[in-house]
């Protein structure tokens, strides 16, 4: 599956600020290319990995801005990309979001009142496959999911 990404018939990035309006411009980045790609029949399971990863990376993969100071003032933000790759290749859509922070994520189980917490477990619900290697120059690390078409049923 790793030549989805590496080497795929259609591909396209978008680099984000790490910020709170990341996950709604990935989405709607992630509908524009499949929907132009013809892959609308992996339109939703698509947006929703691409919008848990995005958020994910917006929330965990900040790096501290050196030049804030505690108490931090409201202007005073990390400066941090995300970088959203969409790729396409025989049927399977690869997705890629990298962030600066070399923790991998982590899933976790949430308790049933808690109001986040389940978007990896949403991510592994949706996605055929997916994982986390940290960049080669250690700055970071990257998500990849991949989907792939439903096989069409065999008749007879």
Not at 119 to 148: E, H
Request: charged share 20%.
């Amino acid at each position: 599956m790793g030549s989805v990404i590496d080497a795929p018939e259609q591909q396209t990035s978008l680099r984000l600020a790490a910020n709170d309006r990341a996950p709604g411009r990935a989405r709607s980045f992630t509908r524009n290319a499949l929907t132009a790609w013809g892959a609308g029949d992996l339109l939703d399971q698509a947006v929703l990995i691409v919008s848990e990863l995005t958020t994910n990376a917006e929330r965990h993969g900040r790096t501290p801005d050196p030049s804030c100071v505690l108490p931090a003032s409201a202007d005073c933000e990390p400066v941090d990309e995300i970088t959203l790759t969409l790729a396409l290749q025989a049927g399977v859509v690869g997705i890629e979001v990298e962030d600066k922070s070399p923790q991998p994520p982590v899933p976790r189980i949430p308790s049933l009142y808690a109001i986040s917490g389940r978007g990896l477990c949403l991510v592994s619900a949706m996605a055929d496959v997916w994982t986390a290697c940290p960049l080669k120059d250690g700055s970071g690390k990257r998500v990849i999911a991949f989907i792939k078409r439903a096989e069409p049923p065999v008749t007879p």
